[in-house]
């Protein structure tokens, strides 16, 4: 298992160094260090029967392969299942690897919460990594996330837009979070996004006092 993670690792270093600094290998870093240490404090507590740490770290590694922000036509839908294989993983392993990564987004989950749902009964790791991915996009760190995707994929936008999606979209995460750990965590980062939001606010404020 040792040599498949480190095979994973290398391949997941290359694929994510064509994303922006938002969504690159520093991220996937975070997400894999979050997840265990969610899955840790998760036992530690006695909320969470034994997790699949292998299982973890392999999803955690490959969650944002083949993302539908980035990905190309030419990728597979399944590509985090045949970089598995293709590196000696079991089809079993592969394939619930696969459908972490295929149900972590936050977008899915918005389309089929039920199914989400479902399917952490079936793979409580999914609960970790997702949980995992959502804090990355929160705190300080989500803040730089966010600055960063915006001006590489929303051009057209301005900075206030990035702002409004605290609101919209990153304020409401800790409403998401599966886990006793993601929801403590996810608690004092979107504090820390609505302190922020707050300073932008008062700033921005001298536009209409002239």
Same mark, same amino acid.
């Given at each position: 298992m040792?040599e498949?993670? $480190?095979k994973i690792k290398?391949y997941v270093? @290359?694929?994510?160094?064509?994303? @922006?600094?938002s &969504?690159d290998?520093? &991220?996937?870093?975070?997400?894999? $260090?979050?997840?265990?240490?969610?899955a840790?404090q =998760?036992?530690k507590?006695?909320?969470?029967?034994?997790? @699949?740490?292998?299982?973890?770290?392999?999803a955690a590694l490959?969650?944002?392969?083949? %993302?539908k922000?980035?990905?190309t036509?030419?990728?597979?839908e399944?590509?985090a299942?045949?970089?598995?294989? %293709?590196?000696? $993983?079991t089809?079993?392993?592969?394939?619930?690897?696969?459908?972490?990564?295929?149900?972590?987004?936050?977008?899915?989950?918005i389309?089929?919460?039920l199914?989400?749902?479902?399917? #952490?009964?079936?793979?409580?790791?999914?609960?970790?990594?997702?949980d995992a991915d /959502?804090l %990355?996009?929160?705190g300080?760190?989500?803040?730089?996330r966010?600055f960063?995707?915006?001006?590489?994929?929303?051009k057209d936008?301005s900075m206030? $837009?990035?702002i *409004?999606?605290?609101?919209?979209?990153? =304020?409401?995460?800790? =409403?998401?979070?599966? *886990?006793?750990?993601?929801k403590t965590?996810a608690t004092? /980062?979107?504090? /820390?996004? #609505?302190i922020?939001r707050?300073?932008?606010a008062?700033?921005?404020?001298?536009?209409?006092?002239?």
């Amino acid at each position: 298992m040792d040599e498949l993670i $480190a095979k994973i690792k290398l391949y997941v270093k @290359d694929y994510m160094s064509r994303y @922006d600094a938002s &969504h690159d290998y520093n &991220h996937v870093l975070r997400v894999l $260090a979050l997840s265990h240490h969610i899955a840790f404090q =998760e036992i530690k507590r006695g909320l969470s029967p034994e997790y @699949d740490f292998s299982l973890i770290t392999l999803a955690a590694l490959l969650h944002d392969v083949g %993302d539908k922000k980035y990905v190309t036509d030419t990728e597979p839908e399944n590509l985090a299942e045949v970089v598995l294989l %293709d590196n000696g $993983a079991t089809e079993n392993l592969a394939k619930k690897v696969q459908m972490i990564v295929t149900h972590v987004s936050y977008s899915g989950e918005i389309r089929n919460p039920l199914l989400v749902r479902a399917l #952490i009964t079936e793979l409580p790791e999914l609960a970790v990594v997702q949980d995992a991915d /959502r804090l %990355d996009a929160t705190g300080a760190v989500g803040i730089g996330r966010a600055f960063t995707f915006g001006g590489v994929k929303r051009k057209d936008e301005s900075m206030e $837009a990035t702002i *409004t999606h605290f609101h919209q979209k990153l =304020e409401n995460l800790g =409403e998401m979070m599966k *886990t006793l750990t993601g929801k403590t965590m996810a608690t004092e /980062r979107i504090q /820390r996004l #609505i302190i922020f939001r707050g300073w932008w606010a008062e700033e921005f404020a001298i536009l209409g006092s002239g």
